[in-house]
């Protein structure tokens, strides 16, 4: 094994507790893709067409569409380690349910399609959390290979599990695997439960869960650099859908190639995933995230086209391409969204993160399906594969946000004095109107108009639901900010726990280019309208 050094991919795997959670996602993974196999090739062999063989993908996937925000609001709120707990418990128990299924021969396409749109789903409620413990089992330094060790676990299981899983599907049918796939749950459960999480300090006040899933919007539409990666990620998984859903199908329609064959096809991608995921670090050190990226789309555009068009021998080598430059593109979102969303929201910035890219590709498996009923399947890829391509380029116009994965993201004071307060307000109350008034000279008022478009950012990702900055007409150099924020509990989360260093910066620098004046803080009241007995009061 190579040195384990701070830098090395292999570091993480020194600390305990990652190591035995890495291990048992490995397992579950594995279980996983094989039981993708097994139910396309069930399907491929209850002769139904390649549209639904490609919707198994798009069952898998699809139910993050729909889930994925609520897990991050859950995974920010409740303790991550109790929820990936009963998560991975649902999932067993759902995937014994399929086992029983099919071992009585009860099984249909139908069934079994939403068997899998369940176990999709409670993936789906558990990926946020399991991505957001990660900072709390490595150091920052190592996220980069933490992410590159998370893709191993995907890969490998890719890898090695097709090929078994299509054997055994050849040898027994696919009940023996769907038995398999219940047991590798249980496998998670296991570390899980030994895991002694350290307690975080309890929140005096809880955000109502529609205002937490609001504040999560809101971050990210306040917030650069997380929406570019929205955006690449968005790019990349509708067309290199394509191949995933249509795999199967080209594998025995064109190529001719049987359960065992189909798995091969699916173990070179996997084990090309392996070597990605070997020799990121070392990439993401030479080259920049954005030439990664836009690499990574032309050579899966590559395989793609491969499996369209090109012989059984000549697709191998392909394949093993297109899984280095999958995990290329995986490792590099992935690590970079981990890097640059704030601790207290990153599990919902994971969410939406999961829900663009894995979103992307189930919607894209349900499309190409839908294409390949038509034209086929050779059509369906020969359009995804062209996509790809432009999806590479285009990096040259859309690259990622420079300061990506630099930004100071730790919790930091709030440098300003406490509101002096006439009453002592409930958490509920508001909304909170806050003003802040400016002093600024006259050589520095285009600096301070720079830097307060930044700050206005920052109130918006932490809680402001307004902003605006008043300009007096009376006082020359005269400003005042103005924002609102829903409750006072938010007002005081907005200063305690969501402040990050980054913040911290951009209002120091405002304060360096102008005079604050006061702070005043005021509270909306809200009348209602009383009825008295009989009528309306007067």
């Not at 649902?90 to 009860?106: D, I, M, R």
């Not at 991505?131 to 980069?144: C, H, S, T, Y």
């Amino acid at each position: 094994m190579a040195t384990e050094t701070a830098g090395s991919s292999w570091a993480p795997l020194r600390r305990p507790v990652f190591r035995a959670l890495w291990l048992a996602q490995t397992g579950s993974n594995l279980g996983g893709w094989m039981q993708t196999v097994a139910a396309q090739w069930f399907l491929v062999q209850a002769g139904a067409g390649s549209a639904v063989v490609a919707w198994v993908q798009a069952a898998s996937l699809l139910p993050v569409l729909f889930l994925s925000l609520i897990a991050g609001v859950l995974a920010d709120r409740l303790d991550r380690r109790v929820w990936l707990l009963a998560m991975n418990g649902t999932s067993a128990v759902l995937a014994l349910v399929l086992t029983v299924l099919s071992w009585t021969g009860a099984l249909t396409a139908p069934s079994l399609l939403v068997m899998t749109f369940l176990l999709g789903g409670s993936a789906a409620l558990a990926m946020p959390a399991w991505q957001a413990i990660q900072p709390d089992l490595v150091p920052r330094e190592e996220i980069q290979a933490a992410a590159s060790l998370g893709s191993i676990t995907v890969n490998a299981a890719r890898a090695v599990g097709p090929a078994i899983a299509g054997l055994l599907v050849a040898a027994t049918g696919p009940t023996l695997v769907f038995a398999l796939n219940a047991v590798s749950f249980l496998g998670v459960v296991l570390p899980l439960l030994r895991w002694k999480r350290g307690r975080t300090a309890e929140a005096a006040w809880r955000e109502p869960f529609g205002d937490a899933l609001s504040a999560g919007i809101r971050y990210l539409a306040a917030g650069p650099v997380v929406r570019r990666l929205l955006l690449r990620s968005f790019l990349f998984a509708l067309p290199a859908g394509a191949l995933w859903a249509l795999l199967p199908s080209a594998a025995e329609g064109r190529m001719g190639l049987d359960a065992a064959g189909y798995g091969v096809l699916l173990a070179m991608l996997g084990v090309g995933s392996i070597i990605g995921a070997l020799v990121m670090p070392a990439l993401a050190r030479r080259y920049s995230s954005s030439a990664v990226l836009g690499a990574s789309a032309v050579v899966f555009g590559l395989g793609t086209a491969a499996v369209a068009w090109w012989p059984f021998a000549v697709v191998l080598p392909v394949l093993l391409a297109s899984g280095v430059a999958w995990t290329g593109t995986l490792t590099t979102l992935n690590a970079a969204m981990q890097l640059s969303a704030a601790p207290w929201v990153r599990a919902r910035a994971i969410a939406a993160y999961l829900l663009i890219l894995m979103g992307g590709q189930g919607v894209g498996a349900f499309l190409w399906g839908a294409v390949s009923a038509g034209p086929g399947v050779v059509a369906a890829l020969t359009i995804a594969a062209v996509l790809l391509a432009l999806v590479g380029l285009s990096v040259v116009v859309l690259p990622l946000h420079p300061a990506t994965g630099t930004l100071d993201r730790s919790i930091q004071p709030f440098c300003a004095p406490e509101p002096q307060l006439l009453f002592d307000p409930d958490p509920t109350d508001g909304p909170v109107q806050i003003s802040i008034r400016y002093r600024v000279s006259p050589e520095g008022g285009a600096e301070f108009l720079r830097s307060m478009i930044q700050l206005r950012d920052s109130r918006r990702r932490t809680g402001a639901t307004g902003w605006s900055l008043v300009r007096s007409g009376e006082e020359d150099g005269h400003y005042r900010e103005e924002f609102r924020i829903r409750s006072w509990g938010e007002y005081l989360a907005s200063r305690t726990g969501r402040w990050t260093g980054h913040d911290a910066a951009v209002q120091a620098a405002v304060v360096e280019l102008a005079d604050v004046l006061g702070e005043s803080h005021e509270f909306v009241v809200r009348l209602k309208k009383r009825r008295a007995a009989g009528g309306n009061s007067q």
